[in-house]
């Protein structure tokens, strides 16, 4: 699943193997390049699976001045994130 963010609370639980979960908090955001519109809305414009490759909409990010500052692809991978693997028998709460 491509980094996204949902509007509603979520319960993720895990009936039977495992699995991992990404998260960060709502402040991460701008650093994960969340697209806003269209049929992708709510996705991010980075790729998880192949990070360091920019996506062809972002611009290299910039300064009030002009001046390039890094790749969408740096600021994603700077992102802090809470790294959950949830195995059998897991429940994880959430919060929208």
Known sequence: TPAHFDAGRNFLAIARGHKRYI????????????????????????????????????????????????TASDEYMRTRVVDVLLQEGDLLYVPA
């Open 23 to 70: 998260l960060a908090p709502p402040s991460q955001c701008p650093r994960l390049h969340i697209m806003s519109s269209g049929p992708s809305a709510r996705q991010s414009a980075v790729s998880m699976a192949h990070p360091g490759v920019p996506a062809p909409s972002l611009a290299a990010l910039t300064d009030r001045d002009g001046n390039a500052l890094a």
